[in-house]
Structure formats: structure tokens, C-alpha cells
């Protein structure tokens, strides 16, 4: 394996470890001015309600595009060619799914999280801890994620090797947005957001016309220098298979991974949650629209970003990095810039993971306090000031949950990481969510067996699959691509569980309805006027 000097000649990380300051200090400050307000409840859940339409959708477009956009994609791209960009694809399609499906009817519905929905006509308590519980092992997975980014993004930056100096830095990781979250609540981390997202985009937009620039603007000759520069496997960039076509497990591997891609989004507790942040369904409306072209764009930009880190580093340096693939677009700055561009790029990968980590904290935060704390335990009686304390107690055991599992997870490829928190929700969230909007027959039952019946499904297939344990080792790199090393207790033989965990979750959703006598059809008609409509959704959100 090349030595860390050797993969990173040229970077910096004094210069690195400055801007990284620079950026928190900023940040810090800016979160400390905007929570300066934050008093009641709804002002830490919800940011008071107070942004726009287009100040939210690029607030969403920052929470949606994660490490694993930018880093994940990019690096997948790089060393997989058209499968990696099949990421890119399903996430986006998943976002049409989300905005054609739930965001309205969920904003017109709840309050502060996916447990109100689903509380508003079904037995409170029950309903209300299983969404909690859901709500935070799907945020922990994406946390997963986010943190196994930050390790290699900071080991590759600042010459750190070793895996007990990475585990400090992704504890410095969980620190800092821990601080976000106790200080600023939902309007610090929703500035954060948009600060974030502008700077992504403009970084990666910047990246994208340098990539272009060296080959003439000319996409194909870019292609085919990725192609070069990948030696005899080039040509398996630009078709499908390099990763997902070697044999049929394979290949349902990739069908239970997009599957588990397009529907997720519409069932992550985080993204959902940015709906209550604006004061009507029309501003709701014009951020989806904002959110939908700018993740669209930024999306385009991961195919140049992607070939031209395989055309201009290699898939084998790539992979070799401190990082592994996820090092692929700080290494492609690096090689266009010098250090500077890869200073800059890569705090705006750091900013990248700081702010989605702080807004999967606060979901998880608020849905422990306002769901079960307030609702469950206090039966309705707690005060706003109670529930907001208990909310950043949670907040600060979710953040030391975070590191514990960001230490295990990293190395691990962050776009595949969030493909697995996808395929939690989509499997525990989005048959109830659907369900409960769509179906008048459905019950409190029918809820709790499709949540943790998900739950319970997809957890236990993703500690079989390999992608726990049981890879074969790489003989270029000397290490499994499965999480644990040296062990083996896989039988389920997919990555992903969607394919199986998302049908279970559906059934298993209307058997238990069916067997239940459970029926209230005014609740559902009342239910249904005000999603469809917002009748009654103002007054509701200011109660």
C-alpha cells in the first residue's frame, strides 16, 4: 500500500487545518446570533417557522446532499464508472417520489415530527414510540455515514494515520455538532444548511468548469481519459456491470439498492422534518422546487466530478488513499489547485458533514423529546421548557452514539453507508407514512407491526449481509470491503436489504390492520381534508 506521504504529496495541513477553523469559528457564530430567539419549542423544533420557500429548499437541498453526495459519488464514479453514477440517479429520482407522495400531505398534517402524523388518528402512545425508535435508528445509520466521511476526509487533509488518531478526529467531529445543535436548534443548523449548500454548489460548479476546461469541454474526451487512465479495466466505466453485473446476486444486489434508493427519501425523519420550518404549504411548495433543481444540478455535476477524478488521479491511487474511495474529489482539487483548492473543497466537504450531522441530531432530539418524552411519558403535560431540555440531553447520547459507530464504520464507503439508512426507512417509515395518508382502514395495529416489523427486518438482513462481515479481502489494499475484518457469520447474501425488508414491511403493515377491528373513519376524513387541503393545519401547528 503507498504510504500516507505519498498519496497526499502536495496538501497542506496546516493550511487545511485553518480554513477547517475558519469555517467552525464562522459557523459558530453565525448559530450563536440565530439562537438568540430560540424559546419555545416550536422556535427549536421548527426555526419558528420562520424561513421562505426558497430559503428552505436550499436548507433541504443541504441536509439531502450529504458526504455521500459528494464524497460517496464522486469516489463511486471514479473507480465504477456508470454504476457509481447509478447513486446519483437514485437519489434524485427518490426526491420526485417524496415531493409527489408526502412532503405536502405530511406539512399539512403534523406539527414537528413523522410520530404527529401518524398519532393524529391512532392510539398517541404506541404509535408515538415507534416512530421515535424509528426516527433514531435510521438516524444513527445516516450518522454512520456521515462520520466514516469525516474520518477519512481528515485523515487524508491533515497527514493523520492510524486508526486510533482518526477515531480522535471523528470524536472532534461529533463535538462540534453537538455544539450546533445545544446552541442553535433547528434555525442555527438551517443557517448552517444554507451556507453549506451555497458553498457545495459553487465549489463543485467551480471544480466541474476546471475538470471541462482541461479536456475542451469536450465530455467524451473526458470519458476517455478516464477510461486511459484505468488501463485494462477502462472500458467497463462507461457500461453497466463493473460493480453490480459480475453475477446474479450481484444484480439483485443493484435492484434492491435502487429500490431502496427511490423510496427512502421519502421516509427520512430529517429531510421530512424541514417541512414544518415554513409558515404555510405554498412556501412548502416553492422549496421543494428550489431543493428538486438545485440537487438536480449539483447531481450533474458528480458524473464530471466523478470520471474526471479517474481520469486525472486514477482508480488505483483512488482506492489506496487514506479514505479509500471517498477521498476521489479532495484528491482531483489537489490535483487541479494545489493545496489551496484542496484546503477549500475539502472544508467544504467538512461543512458538509458537520451540518448534515447536526440536522440528523436535532431530528432524532426532537422526536425522542417531543414523541416520547412529552407525549408518551408526560402524556401531553410537559412544559416547553422541559421538553426543549430534554431534547439536548438527547441530543448530546445521540452525538456520543455517532462517534462510537462513525470509529467502527470508517473506511467504509459513505454512499453505501446512507444507501442502508435508506433502506431503514423506506422499509420502517414509508409503508406507514403511505398507509396512514392513503388508507382509511388503517390502525394503530396496522402501524406498529409495518414499523417494527421494518425495522426489525432490515436490521437483522444488514448484520448477516456482507456488508457487516464476510468479504473477501482486496489483495490491493490488504483489507475486506465488509465492515468487520476477519470474521464471517453473513447468510443473507445481499448488500442492501430493500428488496426484501420493503415488501415485508407493506404486508406486514396491512396484516396486522386487517386483524385488528380498529376503525375510525371521521378521524381519517378528518385527516384527509387536512392534508390535501391545509385546512386546519395552521391552527394545529400554532397550538
Known sequence: MKTLAASVEGSNPTLNITIFALFVVITLVIVFRASRNTKTASDYYAAGRAFTGPQNGIAISGDYLSAASFLGIAGAIAVYGYDGFLYSIGFLVAWLVALLLVAELLRNTGKFTMGDVLAFRMKQRPVRAAAAISTLVVSFFYLLAQMAGAGGLVALLLGIDGKAAQALVIAVVGVIMIAYVLIGGMKGTTWVQIIKAALLIVGALAMTLWVLGKYGFNF????????????????????????????????????????????????????????YTVPTAREARRSVVWAIVLIGVFYLFTLVLGYGAGALVGPDAIKKAPGGVNSAAPLLALNLGGPILLGLISAIAFATILAVVAGLTITASASFAHDVYANVLKKGKANTGSEVRVARITAVVIGIVAILGGILANGQNVAFLVALAFAVAASANLPTILYSLFWKRFNTQGALWSIYGGLIVTIVLIVFSPAVSGKPVDPKTGKSASMLQGVDFHWFPLDNPGLISIPIAFVLGWLGTILSKENDKAKFAEMEVRALTGAGAEKAVQH
Open 220 to 275: 467524451s474526451s473526458l470519458l476517455q481519459g478516464a477510461v486511459d487512465k484505468a488501463g485494462e479495466a477502462g472500458e467497463a466505466l462507461l457500461g453497466p456491470g463493473k460493480q453490480y453485473g459480475k453475477n446474479g446476486t450481484t444484480k439483485l444486489d443493484f435492484f434492491s439498492l435502487g429500490i431502496a434508493l427511490v423510496l427512502g427519501t421519502a421516509g427520512l425523519p430529517h429531510v421530512l422534518m424541514r417541512f
